[in-house]
């Protein structure tokens, strides 16, 4: 990579971590500050994450000038805040292309760079990852250093805890850096929180050497200025010599250098895209939630909603503000936020989970054994269901379909637009006899009217279009493709609505009438919607060929909602080409 030298005099020096290496000690500031100029200007284009990286620019220059990389094991929790190593690490040159088809992985990832030595998108992993590491080095006997840095939001999930129960007993040579800078996406809570403010404000050190770390048999050593370049490097230089356990409390500013970022971290988590406040403007679905969730708390005090964290980014933040007392973030913690709310249900409550379809996969044991089974009445507002674009194959919430829909007594509803969502939210919420989900798109509806509060009947599809031969059976938001390409091919369209249970009479309705069945979903296609549907024409032995339209066996790497779309064939071209092929080759 050939910077500026006029613009980055100093980063133009350390275009790789060899040539870092080289640096003198006394030009690191100014590196820093060129490394965050540098990452300012590429974030404005590429509308990447942006205050996480801000936060950790001297960690990441210190850790690459004092440790062995990529020999030793650097893990980035999240990675988030990864966008500094990249550039450091030789692939500054293609960071305008981070979060864009083809382009950089938004997170660290193991076929992208030697430097990434475990993939991540998930936050709480690195701890559990490190520590297997860690031993691995050990057994291979080559002084193999393994650090970890994680946030204090990230700390917080059961996965950590886990991870460094089992590290204070085995007492390997792992690193532990906490970046703490008081913030998740959100702002941090929970009792452990409070515990690092209270050894931020420590003046003695009996208090210190009681630390929480301490009792788990990690050495503690903090809190330290993480913004200081030449403090950092002599601590780590006397950590890598010891041979224990080892959690280094850092404090951080997320966005540092930025201020924008820094007064606001929660807005700039991301560089906002630019939108209209006009009142036309047409809402997401995010939103469609959190106005529907304050609808109903003002009529119905049993209504607990919870988030994982996740308060703005589901639509929650003035929920949140006019009903507090019904109102939990739970912190990074999606299985106890699960069982949290079989717990409410069980004393007679109503509780509201929302979360992201790929975070839900964290709790799959809880909804199994502590909704399901008990039959507790707990409402799944599942966001960003299907593709999610930019964020990679971490965030793709494309198998929620495939793994809900086997859970006994779970009742799955898939709106095609922003009413429809609005409805089975209320739908979800008046249905008492066990677990329901309404699985919803990230990003904006189709202008539709909102239209009064009001009962689906449980199972029943919609007739969109009556045609010859070919029934299109349509699941969620792809509705609008699936219309233009049923017009196309005169075939009938079935807004089919609920994923469980099925409309089994419109299925045999159609299967009696029609030559062809196509089921389309934005999901996986194994297991998912159209898979119950093929189940249930076998268990009835009707002989009619099915098509099953949605995304295949892989992992969906970043690109434009729109890009993917096209890539795999869920546009309305893409469809009506699909079923003629198909029908074709009958």
């Known amino acids: 990579m050939n910077f500026d030298i006029k613009k980055y005099p100093i980063l133009s020096l350390a275009d790789s971590v060899k040539n870092l290496r080289c640096l003198p000690i006394k030009k690191l500031p100014q590196l820093c500050c060129e490394l965050r100029k540098y990452l300012l200007d590429i974030i404005f284009v590429t509308e990447g994450h942006c205050a996480s990286g801000l936060g950790v620019v001297e960690i990441t220059v210190a850790l690459h000038y004092v440790y062995n990389t990529p020999f030793d094991n650097l893990l980035w929790d999240v990675g988030h805040q990864s966008y500094p190593h990249k550039i450091l690490t030789g692939r500054a040159a293609k960071l305008t292309s981070i979060r864009k088809k083809n382009g950089l992985h938004p997170f660290p990832f193991r076929e992208e760079s030697q430097y990434d030595t475990f993939g991540t998108g998930h936050s709480s992993t690195s701890i559990s990852a490190g520590l297997g590491l860690s031993i691995a080095a050990e057994k291979e006997g080559k002084n193999r250093k393994t650090i970890c840095v994680i946030g204090d939001g990230a700390i917080t999930a059961g996965i950590s805890f886990e991870a460094m129960n089992h590290a204070g007993i085995i007492q390997s040579d792992l690193l532990v850096i906490l970046n703490d800078n008081e913030m ?19 003046k003695c050190s009996n208090i210190l050497k009681n630390s929480f770390f301490e009792n788990l048999s990690f050495q503690y050593l903090g809190p330290y200025d993480g913004h200081n370049i030449f403090n950092l490097i002599n601590l780590l230089k006397d950590i890598k010599n010891k041979k224990s ?39 997401t679905y995010s939103e469609i939630f959190g106005s529907w969730l304050c609808e109903v ?28 007392n019904q109102y939990f973030d739970v912190a990074i913690a999606e299985q ?15 509780p509201v989970v929302a979360i992201y379809s790929t975070f839900l996969q964290r709790s799959y044991d809880q909804i199994i054994h502590d909704v399901a089974l008990q039959k507790l009445s707990v409402l799944f507002a599942i966001d ?10 971490t965030h793709q919430g494309i198998f929620d379909l495939a793994y809900l829909r086997c859970i006994p007594g779970i009742v799955i509803m898939t709106p095609s637009n922003e009413n429809e969502c609005k409805q089975m939210l209320y739908t979800a919420y008046m249905y008492k006899k066990g677990p329901t989900v309404v699985r919803y798109p990230k990003g904006k509806g189709i202008g539709e009217l909102l239209m009064p509060m009001r009962i689906i009947p449980l199972g029943k599809s ?13 699941f969620g938001t792809l509705l609008d493709s699936a219309v233009l390409a049923a017009n196309n091919l005169n075939a009938t369209l079935v807004d089919m609505r609920f994923v469980k249970p099925l409309d089994t009479n419109m299925i045999l309705k159609l299967s009696s009438q029609c030559q062809f069945l196509v089921t389309i979903e934005e999901g996986i296609i194994s297991g998912g919607a159209g898979s119950s549907v093929n189940e249930f024409i076998m268990l009835k032995k009707i002989l ?10 892989t992992f969906i790497s970043q690109g434009s909602r729109n890009e993917i779309k096209y890539n795999y064939e869920l546009h309305a071209e893409g469809i009506e080409k699909k079923i003629f092929s198909w029908i074709s080759s009958c």
């Open 184 to 202: 998740s996406i959100s702002k941090n809570i929970g009792a452990l929180n409070k515990h690092l403010k209270i050894l931020k404000s420590a």
């Open 245 to 283: 356990s080892c959690l280094l409390h850092l404090i951080t500013k997320k966005g540092k250098g930025y201020p924008p970022a820094e007064l606001n971290p929660i807005k700039w988590h991301t560089v906002p895209k630019n939108t209209s406040l006009s009142s036309d403007r047409i809402p």
């Open 297 to 324: 708390a003002s009529i119905d005090k049993k209504l607990i909603a919870i988030t994982p964290a996740m308060c703005e980014g589901s639509g929650m933040s003035n929920f949140s503000r006019l009903f507090p």
């Open 336 to 350: 106890h936020a699960v069982t949290f709310a079989a717990g409410l249900a069980a004393a007679g409550y109503s």
């Open 384 to 393: 960003r269901g299907g593709i999610v674009e930019n964020d990679g194959p």
């Open 462 to 474: 919609v007739l969109k279009r009556v045609g010859h031969k070919i029934a299109i059976l349509n």
């Open 544 to 553: 009619v060929p099915v098509l099953n339209i949605g995304l295949p066996d």
